[in-house]
C-alpha cells in the first residue's frame, strides 16, 4: 500500500452538480476561493480533490470524490490599477508577460460572475507561497480586501470514489491514504503557465433558480465566454 497525503477540497451542492461542475472547468478551469493562510501552504502543481458531502441512506456522512485539479494559479480580485502595478512591480513575482483583454472577458460561474482585468504569467521558479504572500502585503499597503480563488486545470476521475469518515470542511482537508484508493488509472498531467490573474466586478452569487441552472446548462460552451 502506497500511502499519500491526498488534499480534498469540497464543493457546495446549492450551485453544483457533477455534471454542471464539470461543464463549468472544461470552459475556464477551476477557481475556488480559499484564505490566503491556506493557499500559502499548497504549491504549484498540486492535486486538489473535489467532492461532495453526502450521507447514504442510513444516514453515515461520505465524502464522494469525483476528480482533481492541478493548482496552475491565483485569481485576486481588485478594482484598483494600484494594486495590479504594486504586485506586477515586486522583484519576488517575477513576471515573464502581462496582458489585459480589450474587450473585458467576462466569466459567468454557477457560484457567481466577474471580468478579467489582467493575466500575469510568472516566471517557472515563483512559489505559490510567494505569490499569495506578496498579494496580501500589497493589498494590506493600499487599504485594500481582496478575495483570492486558487486556480487550476481538472480531471475527472472515472467513477466517483466513496470515502467514509471525513470530516466536513469549507476549507482544505488533508488525508492519508492509499493513493490506489482514488488515482486507479492516474494521468500524466503535462505543466502549465503559473498565472496570476487580477478580476474585476466579482459577483458572488448568493442563490441559483431553477432556471438559471437550466440557462448555465443549455448554453453552447463557446458561449459561456463573452
Known amino acids: 500500500m502506497v500511502v499519500m497525503v491526498v488534499v480534498l477540497h469540497y464543493i457546495g451542492n446549492r450551485f453544483y452538480d457533477r455534471e454542471r461542475f464539470e461543464r463549468e472547468a ?3 478551469g477551476v477557481a475556488r476561493a480559499m484564505p490566503l493562510k ?9 492535486r486538489i480533490f473535489v467532492a461532495f458531502y453526502k450521507k447514504d ?5 461520505y465524502a464522494e470524490v ?4 492541478v493548482i496552475n494559479g491565483i485569481n485576486y480580485t481588485s478594482a484598483s490599477p494600484e494594486l495590479r502595478k504594486k504586485i506586477a512591480e515586486d522583484e519576488r513575482i517575477k513576471i515573464k508577460e502581462i496582458s489585459q ?3 473585458g472577458e467576462v466569466v459567468v460561474r454557477g457560484c457567481g460572475s466577474y471580468s478579467i482585468g489582467s493575466i500575469a504569467v510568472l516566471n517557472d521558479d515563483v512559489t505559490l507561497e510567494t505569490l499569495a504572500t506578496v498579494i ?4 494590506k499597503e493600499l487599504g485594500e480586501k481582496v478575495r483570492v480563488m486558487v486556480t487550476g486545470i481538472y480531471y475527472p476521475l ?3 470514489k466513496k470515502l467514509y469518515g471525513v470530516k466536513f470542511t469549507r476549507s482544505v482537508l488533508k488525508l492519508q491514504i492509499d493513493e490506489k484508493e482514488l488515482l486507479t488509472t492516474p494521468v ?6 503559473k498565472r496570476a490573474v487580477q478580476v474585476e466586478d466579482y459577483n458572488l452569487r448568493k442563490y441559483l433558480s431553477k432556471k438559471e441552472k437550466e440557462a448555465l446548462m443549455t448554453k453552447t460552451l463557446d458561449a459561456w465566454l463573452f
Not at 441512506?57 to 456522512?61: A, C, E, Q, S, T
Not at 469525483?66 to 485539479?69: I, V
Not at 500524466?188 to 503557465?193: A, I, L, N, Q
Open 66 to 69: 469525483f476528480g482533481y485539479f
Open 26 to 28: 472544461k470552459v475556464y
Open 38 to 46: 491556506v493557499i500559502k501552504k499548497l504549491r504549484f502543481g498540486q
Open 188 to 193: 500524466d498531467v503535462e505543466p502549465t503557465e
Open 57 to 61: 441512506k442510513h444516514g453515515k456522512p
Open 101 to 103: 483583454p480589450s474587450d
Open 136 to 139: 496580501e502585503e500589497k493589498a
Open 158 to 160: 472515472p467513477e466517483p
